[in-house]
């Protein structure tokens, strides 16, 4: 038996648009302020290494994961790097940060720096002299006004 007014699919779908306005902020820890504080003052990285396995993670965490080892050593990595990977970016959005469109193309790379054990992922910049290849060596541009947040590294390049 057919059943009459079955709903469709198209039924359950409804398209709302406006604007959303989300502030939040959050904090980034204890480590993760010297590490901005680093950044900010002294255009340096920051790093945590495990007592256990000696892993040095960037940015830096409270406790290795693996080993549930608490960290406490500070160890200076960077601030050349070598790029794992990376994806270039065609298509403009509007940038948090700024409130403006985000220049297009540009980079966005996991990148290890020298003396670290895990990925650092920042933007990467992008022009048609320096196409990114997978094992380069990069190296960061920091703002000139910096104020202890990621985007006082601009972006990373060719080295
Ligand atoms: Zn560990």
New binding site residues.
């Given amino acids: 038996m057919v059943q009459k007014n079955r709903l469709k699919r198209s039924d359950f779908i409804f398209v709302e648009s406006g604007d959303a306005f989300q502030p939040f902020q959050y904090s980034v820890g204890m480590e993760g302020s010297r590490f901005f504080a680093e950044i900010r003052d002294h255009k340096k990285f920051l790093g945590l290494r495990?007592p256990?396995?000696r892993?040095v993670y960037v940015p830096p965490r409270k406790i290795?994961g693996?080993?549930f080892?608490t960290m406490e050593e500070w160890v200076e990595v960077g601030p050349m790097g070598t790029l794992s990977a990376f994806t270039i970016l065609r298509f403009p959005f509007i940038d948090p940060e700024t409130g403006e469109k985000k220049p297009v193309p540009y980079g966005y790379g996991f990148i290890l720096l020298d003396g670290a054990s895990t990925q650092f992922q920042h933007f990467l910049k992008v022009d048609p002299d320096w196409p990114p290849s997978i094992g380069i060596r990069v190296k960061p541009v920091f703002a000139e006004d910096r104020q202890g947040k990621l985007s006082d590294i601009l972006h990373f390049e060719a080295a």
Avoid: D, E, G, L
């Fill in positions: 495990c256990s396995c892993k290795c693996p080993c080892k």
